[in-house]
């Protein structure tokens, strides 16, 4: 293919990092992690806005911000900037020296979610590469993406935001708005489409047949009688910390947004019988399009029985709102996947339970303020927990297991009756399958208490299938 777009895109079937939109380095399946590590970058800002979350993301890639350029109004529909100041920009960057500051600079990034036009209208002029907010969402889940699974999902969502470039840039040639970009014109572009959306159908198969086999692990769990918890909340909260504390499995953790891009499951630490799924953070305004890919890998942590929303106690009051909202907005948004054979794969449960994280590093204020700010927005009164410490682990344990099994039941075995009957020990081991046992002792009489949580229905058809041997003590 001989196109020279000014803008770099993904290229279906190849991996010579060759293409046409800024942002995607034409990375393929299989290979690669962090190729963007030490590229150095200038920061285009519209108005006065809060560029620390952006920098967050531009700093986990290990790209420099050498320059933040901030033009005062609104976004320019066009090109972002107005014409004039992206034009002094561009000239800056041709005419620059080695010892020019920008030297190096060879990324320019939009502090917003731009427009298909918008990106098209920068990349134009400046000729270098362009990423908005989208793209640097979109390189960073590459870059953290480490399975296939996951490399399938991201490869989707750039491919989705690189064809509505394609379709802008085949809008300019044919309303007479040149692009000026060489190559093929409208009839190359349209090729590349078509490569484009033959990959995408192919990806999309093969990420449907994930999702079926996702969906059929998920049911035999179901099956199987295990119970689910689902960690949620916006990225680096400190979901994957938890799970860690709680299942003792070891998953990634590290100060860097997204660090998670798939769902782990893993059992609960001491009740094997409920497992924990550890998932992707939300994030603001993605679009539905990039958010979309991910929807089977979120499905897996929502369709639980428990949801756990993890809010981060370090966060001021903005920020905490901020990504409570967003939190809610995707939780409320969330569709199950549709399985009209099996109702219970859709039951998006609404029990959920609220969690203040890393309450190791926050003041005794601001963890009450962040209290009184969830509660004031009609939310439970939220755990604190330090999983780092251990702090509050115990009672989020035992909040757990409540909000699965109910109360705690103490039942009473009856000891092995003098005319025979069905051992004391086999009842026992009756109620070992049917709840989670936090202690059992055995009584002189030959009889067991037993201290159990249990489900209502399976606990009523144990007591009524015993022939009075098993009692609940009130
Ligand atoms: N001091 C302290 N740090 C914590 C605690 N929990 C998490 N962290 C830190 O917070 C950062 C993010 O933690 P993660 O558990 O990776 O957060 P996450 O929500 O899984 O993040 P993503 O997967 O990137 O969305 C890491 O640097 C953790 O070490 C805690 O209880 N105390
Ligand atoms: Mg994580």
């Not at 990106?119 to 908005?132: A, P």
């Not at 989208?134 to 996951?150: G, K, T």
């Amino acid at each position: 293919m001989s196109m020279t777009f000014g803008l770099v895109m993904a290229k279906p079937g190849t991996n010579d990092g060759f293409g046409v939109i800024a942002g995607s380095g034409g990375v393929e399946l299989g290979e690669y992690r962090s190729e963007h590590e030490g590229r150095k970058a200038l920061l285009l800002i519209r108005g006065e806005e809060d560029t620390t979350e952006f920098v967050a993301l531009v700093k986990t890639m290990g790209i420099e911000i050498v320059e933040v350029i901030a033009q005062s109004g609104n976004p320019d529909p066009k090109s972002y900037f107005g014409k004039g100041r992206l034009q002094d920009v561009s000239d800056e960057l041709k005419m620059r020296s080695n010892k020019h500051p920008w030297s190096g600079v060879d990324l320019i990034l939009v502090h917003s979610n731009a427009s298909p036009r918008q990106l098209v209208g920068i990349s134009k002029q400046v000729e270098i590469e362009v990423w908005d907010r989208v793209r640097l969402l979109l390189s960073l889940f590459q870059s953290h993406a480490s399975s296939l699974e996951a490399r399938t999902q991201v490869r989707i969502a750039r491919l989705r935001s690189d064809i509505t470039v394609l379709r802008e840039l085949i809008n300019q040639e044919t309303t007479g708005e040149r692009a000026g970009y060489g190559g093929g014109g409208v009839t190359g572009i349209q090729a590349a489409l078509q490569n484009f959306n033959r990959e995408l159908a192919t990806l999309r198969k093969r990420l449907n047949k994930y999702a079926k086999a996702q969906a059929e692990r998920r049911k035999k769990r179901i099956r199987s009688g295990a119970m689910t918890v689902g960690l949620v909340g916006y990225t680096n909260a400190g979901k994957s910390s938890l799970f860690r504390n709680l299942s003792g499995k070891q998953v990634l953790v590290q100060d860097k947004l997204f660090s998670t891009l798939e769902t782990t499951i893993g059992r609960m630490e001491e009740s094997p019988r409920i497992l924990l799924a550890d998932t992707i953070g939300f994030i603001d305004n993605l679009p539905s399009q990039t958010l979309e890919a991910f929807r089977a890998t979120l499905a897996e942590a929502f369709e639980c029985d428990l949801l756990i929303l993890v809010l981060d106690s370090t966060d001021n009051e903005d920020e905490l709102l901020r990504k409570l909202y967003t939190s809610l907005r995707e939780i409320d948004s969330h569709t199950p996947l549709e399985d009209e054979q099996d109702p219970t794969s859709n039951t998006l449960t609404q029990e959920m339970m609220l969690i203040l994280s890393k309450v190791d590093l926050a003041t005794d204020e601001r963890i009450a303020v962040s209290e009184q700010l969830v509660m004031e927005e009609g939310l439970d009164q939220p755990f604190l927990v330090s999983s780092h410490e251990g702090t509050g682990m115990a009672q989020l344990k035992n909040e757990i297991l409540f909000r699965l099994y109910g109360p705690k039941v103490e039942l009473l075995i009856t000891p092995n009756p003098p005319d025979g009957g069905r051992d004391v020990r086999a009842y026992l081991s009756q109620v070992h399958d049917t709840g989670l046992v936090q202690e059992f002792t055995e009584r002189k009489d030959g009889g067991f208490n037993v201290l159990f949580w249990c489900e209502s229905g399976a606990l009523a058809k144990l007591i009524g299938n015993s022939d009075g041997r098993i009692k609940k003590i009130e």
